[in-house]
């Protein structure tokens, strides 16, 4: 495969929550401010010579159907080259994907990649019930989001003994990381006890094995490896990419205690980056349910299948430990504003691979990082990026 | 107006079915404050209605008939609350049974009368030969007004029978050759232009205007009464016991003292309560059940009349030997004893006041007319390369297996076991929690994701075997819509509610009201 080298220059969100008192546009016009201030030597917008949009749920703000000129026009930028994306839960870092193969292609050198997601415009209710009777008219009714990742839950305690506290151990530590990055949702501290007593949403699922429902925004610049230097003297690479699908439905699922899409798209993403699990020094993951990161660390190969919760329990994906795992906090404490979580997460790995996260900050030492999402009817759709400091 | 012979018709099996939910008359008593009360009704839940409990009855006669869809050649279905008051019901129900597109029968309702109307329609059929085999379905689930009397006495329940065409010149059908275990013999109809239970057009509850003592005087135990000798008169041996249709407990017995014959449907009443247009055949049903009738007479002439709009009729049966299927109504099983609350919100009676939040799809739009016919008939699309089925056909143009394009749809099997499962705790309306969501290996090999029951949502497990019943998963715009639930075999409830066949499985849980 032969592409020109991309490279990200700046990166930034907003302060993911309820923001009932900001519109998308606004919410827009955020993100973007925050990734220009984030470019070391400056950049001025004009250069920005297309935008790719990630919106998923444009039905829960009324906004289902619009195309991509909404962004362009909030954050200034009325004219520009747009394309809005929807590809799931992965919107977001699909979105990156793409608008780093316009900057590798040459056909754009200044590409704004900019995910933004209203949660909340509508009832939590509603939110809930959006997707519950989509797609068959019967064959998933009733099939709201955590339905999609129960299942696998149940199967996997079955299967290799998993238990609720390693679930929690999850929610657990990424509330952790939460308290210490101040774009998260939620900044509190919660035990396993809290975990286990708090209300059974979708069994074996608990309320706080499961992340809110959030508005959000977040922003990337990419432009090609060769004028990154104009912008900053520490900018991260594109090293690989990788998307994947399976089947739809939850009934045509060949396993419950995996989810084979994120294990083609980290295997295509880990070729193209010519590295392995072992190089990642952390990564930011899908835990839009607690379970979720289990089965994500499992598939992505960080560790044997079924020893995920084990691995969670011991610390093995702490900030401190093996191979940190959502040092934003995830899904789980930061947020899940659908298409922004994936840029948001990305932003992350920025911050990380720049040793800028502050109290979160790992230990760099090979200079790689990933990210991941997984979603879509029977999380049928995974991407993976990999984003690597090393020139 | 009879002008030629009644030609018997053969009685090949009968199947019955009850609803899951009870309520007890003290509860509704107590609501209104009007005191006592005595025994239960039998209530559909909210995602059981009547066609739901035919398509139960009718799968138990079809068994133990040893008839399969194919040899139908009719569905006569006689209720008085047809799911859709005009619409496509008769086309769903014979959908979901897999009768197939050809075939014939009718939709009787207008009234309670409408259960031994289909009956007597089925027959005529078959004695024209028009009609080999004939199924019979009668079931009701009335909603009676707030208030009034009938909230302590309308029940609800299906009985079906399967009649086969005797074949010319034999004492056998033409179905299967075998003698037959019972045929029907005798008919006899009376009328009278009164007004008693009614609903308006488009009215939500039924209601009763008349006065209790002008309708048992001078409506019921005279036409009733008339009807059944009537038959009697005809020549044949007279009935050793009446199973007769009763809306309050006491009218069928003034008309069997009348008719100098035991009553053998008490039982049947203080199972259900009044079953409407049921009730005729699941009195015949639990008549002709060994140890079914309360005089002990079991097999022998035995007659029932259905009532209902003003009319009475009479028919009888003369059973050889207990007939396939037929088994005492009481023991349908005890179903779920709920709060006079719990039951007006299952029949649609309590409401909450937001509008339910609305799917995605309205069930008369394109999505539901392409996919109401897998829906109901649970159909799959089997890969002929290498054999997987993908379920439901109209969503898989390839195999999901091997991405094969050449596909067969075929009948998915009913029964398999647990994969994984969730139980949702968290569903506003119109869902109601616990929700379980099953996927399910079945039988064959077909993999499905399905709801379960809130009943078994305690005790489910990965492994567990389960069976598919037919339910209503909505009623959604005013249009209902059905699917298949799945039901743990040893749930601690009946399976599918209560039918024949499960309730033999279920021995010990038999009790009664």
């Known amino acids: 495969m032969s592409w020109n080298k991309v490279a990200v220059v700046g990166a930034g969100l907003i302060k993911m929550g309820e923001l009932f008192e900001q519109s998308y546009e606004q919410m827009a016009a955020g993100a973007f401010s925050a990734a220009l201030a984030s470019v070391d030597k400056g950049l001025d917008k004009s250069a920005v010579d297309a935008v790719i949009v990630a919106t998923q749920r444009g039905t829960l703000w009324g906004q289902e159907g619009i195309g991509g000129n909404t962004v362009p026009s909030a954050i200034g930028l009325s004219g520009v080259a747009c394309t809005r994306v929807e590809n799931a839960c992965p919107s977001g870092s699909d979105a990156f994907r793409i608008g780093a193969m316009v900057v590798a292609s040459g056909v754009h050198d200044v590409v704004l990649v900019i995910g933004v997601e209203k949660m909340r415009d509508k009832s939590t209710q509603e939110g809930l019930l959006a997707r519950a009777a989509a797609g068959h008219p019967l064959y998933n009714r009733g099939e709201t989001a955590p339905v999609l990742f129960a299942p696998f839950a149940t199967r996997h305690m079955h299967e290799f003994g998993t238990t609720p506290e390693m679930l929690a151990s999850v929610a657990v530590k990424n509330h952790h990381n939460g308290c210490l990055d101040p774009y998260a949702h939620f900044q509190s501290e919660i035990t396993v006890e809290q975990v286990l007593a708090s209300p059974m949403v979708c069994s074996p699922l608990r309320l706080l094995d499961c992340c809110p429902q959030t508005d959000g925004a977040a922003a990337i610049l990419l432009t090609s490896a060769e004028r990154a230097h104009e912008f900053t003297d520490k900018p991260v690479y594109v090293a690989g990419f990788g998307v994947a699908t399976d089947h739809p439905y939850l009934h045509e699922k060949s396993t419950f205690v995996g989810l084979p899409a994120t294990t083609l798209a980290s295997g295509r993403a880990y070729e193209m980056a010519g590295v392995g699990p072992r190089d990642l020094d952390m990564a930011e993951v899908h835990d839009c349910f607690t379970i979720t990161e289990i089965l994500d660390i499992e598939d992505l190969g960080f560790v044997e299948k079924g020893k995920g919760g084990p691995a969670s329990l ?9 191979i940190p795992v959502n040092p934003s906090g995830g899904l789980l404490a930061k947020g899940h504003p659908i298409g922004a979580t994936g840029i948001a997460q990305l932003t992350e790995c920025w911050w990380q691979l720049r040793e800028e996260a502050g109290e979160r900050q790992v230990a760099i030492r090979q200079g790689f990082a990933l990210q991941h999402n997984v979603g879509g009817r029977g999380s049928g759709v995974s991407v993976v990026n990999i984003l690597t400091r090393n020139p | 107006m009879s002008a030629s012979p009644i030609k018997p018709v053969a009685v090949l099996g009968v199947g019955a079915a009850a609803p899951s939910l009870r309520l007890a008359a003290k509860d509704v008593g107590a609501a209104w404050g009007s005191g006592g009360g005595r025994g239960t009704v039998a209530v559909c839940d909210s995602d059981e209605d009547t066609l739901t409990l035919a398509w139960q009855a009718a799968n138990a006669a079809l ?45 009787v309702s207008g009234s309670s009368h409408a259960g031994i109307e289909a009956l007597l329609g089925a027959w005529d059929a078959l004695a024209a030969g028009h009609a080999a085999v004939a199924l019979v379905v009668t079931s009701d689930a009335l909603v009676p007004g707030l208030g009034t009397a009938g909230e302590t006495t309308t029940g609800a329940g299906a009985a079906a029978v399967v009649l086969g065409a005797m074949a010319e010149g034999s004492e056998a059908p033409s179905a299967n050759g075998a003698a037959p275990a019972a045929r029907l013999v005798a008919r006899a109809t009376r009328a009278m232009p009164a007004v008693d239970r009614y609903r308006a057009d488009g009215g939500g509850a039924t209601g009763d205007v008349y006065d209790a003592r002008l309708f048992r005087e001078e409506v019921f135990v005279p036409l009733l009464t008339e009807a059944g000798r009537a038959v009697g008169d005809e020549g044949g041996t007279p009935p050793v016991s009446w199973a007769i249709a009763d809306p309050d407990g006491k009218l069928a017995g003034a008309v069997a003292k009348r008719l100098g014959a035991p009553l053998s449907s008490t039982p049947v ?21 060994e140890g079914g009738s309360s005089t002990g007479s079991g097999p022998g002439v035995i007659g029932t009349i259905g009532y209902g709009g003003g009319r ?14 037929a088994v005492p109504v009481d023991r349908l099983g005890e179903g779920r004893r709920v709060s006079y609350a719990e039951a007006l919100r299952a029949r649609g009676q309590l409401e909450p006041m937001d509008d339910p ?17 897998e ?23 390839t195999c999901v297996g091997c991405g094969g394009a050449e596909l067969e749809v075929v009948s998915l099997a009913r029964r398999g076991r647990v994969q994984t499962f969730v139980v949702n705790q968290t569903m506003p309306p119109p ?3 616990p929700l379980p969501l099953v996927i399910i290996d079945l039988e064959d090999g077909a993999r499905l994701m399905v709801q379960g029951s809130p009943a078994d949502a305690a005790a489910l497990d990965i492994g567990d075997e389960v ?16 699917g298949y639930k799945a039901y743990r075999v040893a749930g601690d409830w009946p399976q599918s509610g209560a039918t024949v066949g499960s309730a033999q499985d279920g021995a010990g849980k038999e009790g009664g009201s």
């Open chain 2, 357 to 373: 939040i609305q799917m995605g799809l309205p069930p008369g739009g394109a999505a539901f007319v392409r996919g109401n016919p």
């Open chain 1, 314 to 322: 011991e610390g093995e994906t702490a900030l401190d430990g093996r």
């Open chain 2, 431 to 433: 869902f109601q929690a």
């Open chain 2, 63 to 107: 068994e133990a008939a040893g008839i399969t869809a194919e040899q139908v050649s009719g569905l006569w279905w006689g209720t008085a609350r047809p799911p859709f008051a005009e619409g496509p019901s008769h086309a769903f129900l014979s959908a979901t049974l897999g009768l197939g597109r050809e075939c014939g029968g009718a939709l």
């Open chain 2, 467 to 482: 069976t598919l019943s037919l339910r209503r998963y909505a009623l959604e715009r005013g249009i209902p819509v059905y």
């Open chain 2, 269 to 289: 009443y203080g199972a259900l309560g009044d079953a409407g247009a049921a009730s005729a055949l699941l009195g015949l049903i639990h008549a002709c059940a």
């Open chain 2, 312 to 325: 009475a009729t009479a028919v009888v049966l003369d059973a050889a030997r207990p007939v396939p299927g």
């Open chain 2, 375 to 397: 829906m109901l008939g649970l159909f799959g699309a089997r890969c002929k390369e290498c054999g997987t089925i993908s379920t439901p056909p109209s969503i898989h143009p």
